[in-house]
Nanobody
Framework: VQLVESGGGSVQAGGSLRLSCEVSGYTDRNYCMGWFRQAPGKEREGVAAINDDGDASYADSVKGRFTISKDNAKKTLYLQMNSLKPEDSAMYYC????????????????????????WGQGTQVTVSS
């Protein structure tokens, strides 16, 4: 499974960005997918995750501002980010893992992504004040 992110960039606080993650390779399985981010000097943290059935979960810091979604026909995962804040600045990574017991959006979003086997290369998001 290969993941390729796009859509990052530089915006001012209050602005919006939409990240995309194109999925290719062996995808004939049910997957849990997520967005994670890592700022310089900080640990990687979960942002949002979505199960194969569409059940989504969010980190408290982004609830009400970010929306995760997926288009199965296009094999693409999205992250719509609104009302961006300087503290949202980070490298954003898309991740995927086969949906087995213990891999659920509600739990993985609170972690660092150790459950995930497949990762993209990342896309930078910079929010200026």
């Amino acid at each position: 499974v290969q993941l390729v992110e796009s859509g990052g960039g530089s915006v001012q606080a209050g602005g919006s960005l939409r990240l995309s993650c194109e999925v290719s390779g062996y995808t004939d399985r049910n997957y849990c997918m997520g967005w994670f981010r890592q700022a310089p000097g900080k640990e990687r943290e979960g942002v949002a995750a979505i199960n194969d059935d569409g059940d989504a979960s969010y980190a408290d810091s982004v609830k009400g501002r970010f929306t995760i979604s997926k288009d199965n026909a296009k094999k693409t995962l999205y992250l719509q980010m609104n009302s961006l804040k300087p503290e949202d600045s980070a490298m954003y990574y898309c991740a995927a893992e086969v949906a087995v017991i213990g891999v659920d959006a509600r739990t993985v979003v609170d972690g660092s992504g150790s459950e995930f086997s497949y990762w993209g290369q990342g896309t930078q998001v910079t929010v200026s004040s």
